[in-house]
């Protein structure tokens, strides 16, 4: 018999510890220690993962490099540019992918599109759901007007009871919608505890690995932005996908925070529909589609994500101070780069910022985390705090320094392409750029030097 003894184990990370502590010396969280049953002995998992035909390489030989094969690992596309994008060219066969977001926003409507479509492909998807009944399911997919002939669903939160089904269908693609709501009996802690979230990682990683097969796990995000559970789920499966969204914002933004197989910071870009999710292929229209002409704060860059270009509108709002401290937010933009700038518009530009709140967004919801969007926060912050608007059809690119300088950035002939293509009548650069940009543009470039300088022209 196996010996049982107690930990702790912290909710937040899986540290693990004899005894009960209030913070966990691991990731610091407070009140997270849970109490685990372990066994002494045999802490491997009974649960028999049934599938045969493995096709794992030999084992436990180092090889020289010369003597290693490789094929470059086969990819499904799934009919959705945007997800293949984001997934860095389609569905690597045996990979595991996690997708997080807020309850509501759309993962499972999105895997069940993704999925049907693979099916009508004549790939075999099984779609496991611990949350929604068969009839629920088949219900969104006749709403969807989805019609699968190789597409299994089973509703079921047992994993001994899929890996079963996982070996007598044998699946191209398993979904497991969500990751919370899984369990394995043998093993203790309610569902959606760490010892059970990881044990059940592991042995859907296993299956993916040794059958080949490629498995979305659908995972909760919590009220400060995590994957509910710990980190470690993140650190065990190959790619790390968010979506999100405002829940009464129609867009919906894919974003891979990790990926063996492929880039990190592509962006995919859906609209959520009366028919499901739709894919935006042209996201700068969308994001400057409720622009208004001639409003003060307001401007426009082109900022690179991933494999293309999109143009996004910045807004600031500056008004004074109603008492003490000067209140900042901003939404999109990270909170650091915003202060930075104040501070630079303030010594620079002769703005008297510290006693003005200031409020910054991005139209759309879209994320913007890339040096070249500063000249456009700047002259929207100019723009806002003088009360005179740019022109509507300006568009500004550059990185700003410490001393007011408008640095280099990449991919300047892309960004301008983009700007130019949607109609833009002059764009701000880098004058450090200004050398290497190509012929054959209809949009004027105006280069600048310093922030002074480019606030003069532009509101001169
Ligand atoms: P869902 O995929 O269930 O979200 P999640 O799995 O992330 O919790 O999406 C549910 C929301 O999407 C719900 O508020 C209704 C909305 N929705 C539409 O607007 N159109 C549709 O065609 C579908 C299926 C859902
Ligand atoms: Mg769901």
Redesign the pocket.
């Known amino acids: 018999m196996a010996k049982k003894k107690i930990m702790y184990e912290c909710m937040a990370c899986g540290y693990e510890s004899p005894k009960w502590l209030g913070k966990c010396p691991n990731c610091g969280a407070w009140n997270q220690m849970e109490e685990q049953l372990a066994e002494l002995s045999g802490t491997q998992s009974s649960l028999k993962v049934q599938l045969t035909t493995s096709k794992r390489a030999s084992q436990g030989q180092a090889r020289q490099l010369h003597e290693i094969q490789y094929v470059n690992e086969a990819r499904t596309q799934t009919g959705f540019q945007e997800f293949d994008r984001v997934l860095g060219g389609g569905v690597v066969s045996g990979s595991m992918v996690l997708i997080g977001?807020d309850?509501?926003?759309?993962?499972?409507?999105l895997l069940l599109q993704v999925s049907i479509q693979l099916a009508n492909q004549g790939q075999k998807i099984l779609y496991v759901s611990g949350e929604e009944s068969l009839a629920q399911i088949k219900m969104?997919a006749e709403?969807?007007s989805l019609h699968g002939s190789d597409f299994y669903l089973l509703a079921e939160t047992d994993l001994q009871a899929i890996a079963n089904e996982m070996s007598r269908l044998e699946p191209d693609m398993v979904v497991i919608d969500s990751i919370q709501t899984m369990s394995v009996p043998e093993h203790t802690g309610v569902a959606g505890s760490v010892g059970q979230l990881r044990e059940a990682t592991n042995i859907l990683m296993r299956m993916a690995k040794d059958n080949q097969i490629a498995i979305f796990i659908?995972g909760h995000v919590t009220k400060e932005g995590n994957i509910a559970g710990p980190r470690m789920l993140e650190h065990m499966v190959d790619t790390v996908l968010y979506f999100e969204g405002e829940r009464h914002n129609r867009f919906r933004l894919l974003r891979a925070v990790k990926n063996r197989f492929g880039s990190t910071n592509e962006l995919g870009v859906f609209e959520?529909?009366?028919?499901?999710l739709k894919e935006v292929l042209n996201p700068s229209e969308l994001f400057l589609e409720e622009r208004l002409t001639g409003a003060t704060g307001s401007t426009v860059v082109a900022s690179i994500e991933g494999s293309r270009t999109i143009l996004a509108e910045v807004q600031s709002l500056m008004t004074p101070t109603a008492f003490g401290n000067a209140k900042r937010t901003a939404s999109g933009i990270e909170y650091q780069r915003i202060s930075l700038l104040l501070a630079v518009m303030e010594k620079h530009c002769h703005l008297l910022v510290q006693n003005q709140d200031a409020f910054f967004k991005t139209a759309g919801g879209v994320k913007l985390d890339e040096p070249a969007i500063d000249l456009a926060i700047a002259v929207s912050i100019a723009s806002s705090y003088w009360n005179k608007a740019t022109r509507v059809d300006d568009c500004f690119i550059g990185e700003i320094g410490l001393t007011g300088e408008i640095r280099r950035v990449s991919q300047i002939n892309e960004r301008i392409k983009e700007a130019d293509k949607l109609g833009f009548k002059r764009v701000f650069i880098p004058k450090n750029n200004y050398t290497s940009i190509e012929d054959g543009f209809n949009i004027e470039v105006i280069p600048v030097a310093t922030i002074q300088q480019a606030v003069k022209l532009i509101f001169n």
């Open positions: 977001g309850p509501g926003i759309g993962k499972s409507t969104r709403r969807l659908v959520m529909m009366d028919v499901g």
